[in-house]
Structure formats: C-alpha cells, structure tokens
C-alpha cells in the first residue's frame, strides 16, 4: 500500500483508548498520591487495562481502592483480590461495617435497605487517611443526567462535595489540576465512554470479568419489577416467592439493591448483542436506588461519593 493510501484515523475504542491513556498519564503526573476505585466490575476492569497500558513496561504506578459495603456479591470479591494480585497492585480496602461499627454511619433499614449512601463516609475517610489527592473512577456519559454537567476532572472540596457550578472548563486536552489541602480531584477516563464501548473493549482485549455477569441459574425474587438474589442481607416479603431462573448482572454492586436481568448470554459476544438491542439503560434496569428518583445519582455526588 502506498503512503497515500494509509488510513490514519483512528477507529472508536482507539480513540477512546487513547484519550484514557492521556488522561492516566496526566493526572500520574501532576498528582502526588493518585488511586484507583476497583470494584471488580467491568469498568474498573478496563480502568486496570488502560492504566497497564499508560506505563507499560513499569509496574501501575498507584493502589488500587475499593470500598467494601459488607454486601458484595462474593464471586466479584474473588476476582477483585485475584486480578489485583496478578497485577502486584496494593489494594486498599474501606469498610462500610467498620464505618457502622465505629458510629460513622447508622445501618439503614426498611423495604431497601442498602448500604450504597453509608459508602460515602467510608470512601472520604480513606481519602483522608491516605491522603489520597486524586482518585480515578469508570464513571460513563450513559449512566445518568449528572454526568452531563460533569468533567473529565471533577472537583472535589474540602468536605468531598460535588458542586457543578464549581466544574472547571476543560480547553480541548488541557486540565486544571490545582488543589488546596484536604480537597481532591475525581478522575473520569471513561466519560466518553458507553456501556456498548465497553464490552466492546473487553472483547478486543480479551479480557475477563466475574462469572456473574454471564447468564447462569440463580435463585431470585421479584421486588417491584427488579429480580433481587436471594441473599442473606435482603429477606423476600411473603408476597414475593423465590425462584430459580437464568438471569445475569449488568452491573455488580451491593446485593441489597442491584437487580438481575433475564438473559441466556454465555459469552462476551452475546452480551454485546444484547445490548445493543437493549432499550433500558443499565443503571435503570439494574440498581434500586438509582430509579427511586432520577437525581438520585446528582444528590449522591453532592455528597461525596460519585
């Protein structure tokens, strides 16, 4: 082929790629003490593939953070201390159970008693201990309204709040990294980013992810149109039977609250299929608290957690 032939465009996921990497490398440089939030979920899971790649050859070059609700599904807790092993990362792990034990937070109770609200005392107290100035999360432009008004960088102030009127400008590839004592920065490489894209990019790569993300037979039950795992944190009602079905997560956070979706997708491809056709978005099928309300996820990042 001759030169004038060659395409020099890149394709989307290289596009994406590439921007994430770009912002991996900056922030490592301009922050002092950086980490990165890893649930084992797919998101974070691409968040450790692009940072392997931003300093490939070297070793990641900040910890891995991960607040523990006390209520994760343990096939994903699995993973999580088996992938960061792999990867020689140190993982750093803020308990939610400590925070309630301790009198930081109160236990909620009633229909949905989640622990996703009390994550946000945790998540800021480990921020503090470790003096953590800038902490990279796989937020994506299709998860909810907020993250319209939000940035690639988004600040935090010194009590961990959001403030969208606060949003810096962000001019083309340039960020304003300057922070005063005790506020930090969140990191979003993922904001350009779909849940399609990132299946997408697990596929490419060859990634793997928690088994439960794939269709398999579980004991469920029905709460307001969500299939709920059966789980030792969370009791059925008397008018709602359990029942064995195939079903897979979209997403995997606290038990409590994160619904199943009925599926027969064995493999990364057949996922990608059904997604593409899928009308609902994945936050509004799948997690409890996020359709209560639709700025359930814009109050939780005034508070600090998002």
């Not at 440089?29 to 974070?44: Q, V």
């Not at 692009?50 to 209520?71: M, N």
């Not at 579980?218 to 079903?247: C, I, K, Q, S, W």
């Not at 979706?261 to 099928?285: F, L, Q």
Request: hydrophobic share 40%; glycine share 6%.
């Amino acid at each position: 082929m001759s030169p004038a032939m060659v395409d020099y465009q890149l394709g989307q996921l290289d596009a994406l790629e590439s921007e994430a990497i770009h912002v991996f490398r900056e922030v490592a440089a301009e922050f002092e003490r950086p980490a990165l939030l890893f649930s084992g979920g797919k998101d974070s899971i691409v968040l450790l593939r692009l940072a392997e790649k931003a300093f490939w050859p070297a070793p990641i070059p900040f910890p891995a953070v991960h607040v523990d609700t006390g209520h994760n599904f343990p096939e994903v807790l699995d993973f999580r201390d088996r992938r960061v092993a792999e990867l020689g990362m140190r993982l750093v792990v803020g308990s939610v159970q400590a925070s309630i034990d301790a009198g930081r937070v109160a236990e909620q109770g009633g229909r949905w008693p989640t622990r996703n609200r009390l994550q946000t005392t945790t998540l800021l107290d480990t921020i503090a201990e470790h003096r953590f100035d800038a902490m990279f999360g796989g937020a994506r432009r299709d998860e909810d309204k907020a993250r319209a008004k939000e940035r690639m960088l988004s600040f935090r102030d010194e009590f961990g709040q959001w403030d969208p009127k606060n949003q810096r400008p962000e001019l083309w590839n340039l960020f304003n990294t300057r922070i005063r004592k005790g506020e930090h920065i969140r990191v979003f490489p993922l904001s350009n980013w779909t849940e399609l894209d990132v299946w997408q990019y697990i596929a490419r790569e060859g990634l793997e992810v928690p088994s439960i993300y794939f269709a398999h037979t579980r004991r469920v039950f029905d709460r307001d149109g969500m299939l709920l795992a059966e789980n030792p944190h969370l009791a059925p009602g008397p008018d709602e039977p359990v029942y064995e079905t195939t079903v897979r997560f979209r997403t995997v956070g606290d038990m409590t609250c994160t619904g199943a979706v009925s599926s027969a997708a064995t493999d990364v491809e057949s996922i990608i299929k059904e997604i593409a056709v899928a009308r609902t978005t994945e936050r509004g099928a799948t997690r409890a608290d996020d359709r209560a309300s639709e700025a359930a996820m814009e109050d939780r990042k005034r508070e600090g957690y998002f």
